[in-house]
């Protein structure tokens, strides 16, 4: 079994499938770093390398409204799951900002200590996460372990279920993660986007 895992996520919120994925990379590594990618400030002096990926990052993925969650809440909802699915003592969570916002990100996780893990992709992945992950691999500098779970169910996908199907956010958030979602009154918080 292969030692340590890092992937990077929004996660807003967790879910079934991205918790489905931890239970994929916990069968081939004895440990998991989840990532939480929020927007923060934008230091300077950033590669330009970069530019056309956070061009691209800023409309699609941290658009206004896109994340009604803060790093530590979704650190909570995700403590919370790995609690209630006893999985906590071999995943840590971590917020991180934006990879091309850390120059220093492959020293804090070597590639010699951890694996780089992205979701392979299928036919439901958008344009974006196409571009996305050959863009952002690349751009790593790094290698990339790629796994398969079991099912993926992109939050934009469980979000129109939820508002056009009238399915209940309990049916796509984790026990442990839904109770915290609910607490910090996660339904009208999404509703709003």
């Given at each position: 079994m292969k030692q340590h895992s890092l992937w990077l996520g929004r996660?807003?919120?967790?879910?079934i499938a991205h918790l489905a994925t931890v239970k994929t990379i916990l069968n081939e590594w004895k440990r998991l770093t989840?990532?939480?990618v929020h927007a923060s400030s934008r230091p300077g002096g950033i590669d330009p390398k970069w530019e056309p990926f956070l061009r691209r990052t800023s409309e699609v993925s941290f658009s206004a409204g896109k994340n009604p969650f803060t790093p530590d809440e979704v650190s909570r909802m995700w403590?919370?799951?790995?609690?209630e699915q006893r999985l906590k003592s071999r995943v840590a969570v971590i917020p991180?900002?934006?990879v091309a916002y850390q120059p220093d990100f492959n020293r804090k996780f070597p590639p010699s200590k951890f694996d780089f893990v992205e979701v392979r992709l299928v036919g439901s992945d958008t344009e974006f996460d196409r571009d996305r992950q050959v863009a952002f691999s690349h751009l790593v500098g790094r290698p990339v372990s790629y796994?398969?779970?079991p099912f993926k169910l992109h939050n934009a996908e469980i979000r129109k279920l939820v508002r056009d199907?009238?399915?209940e956010w309990r049916e796509f958030i984790?026990?442990?993660a839904y109770e915290i979602f609910v607490e910090i009154d996660g339904p009208r918080r999404?509703?709003?986007e």
């Open positions: 996660f807003q919120p967790p879910t989840i990532g939480i403590t919370a799951c790995l609690v991180l900002p934006q796994i398969s779970p199907e009238r399915r984790p026990q442990g999404i509703a709003g």
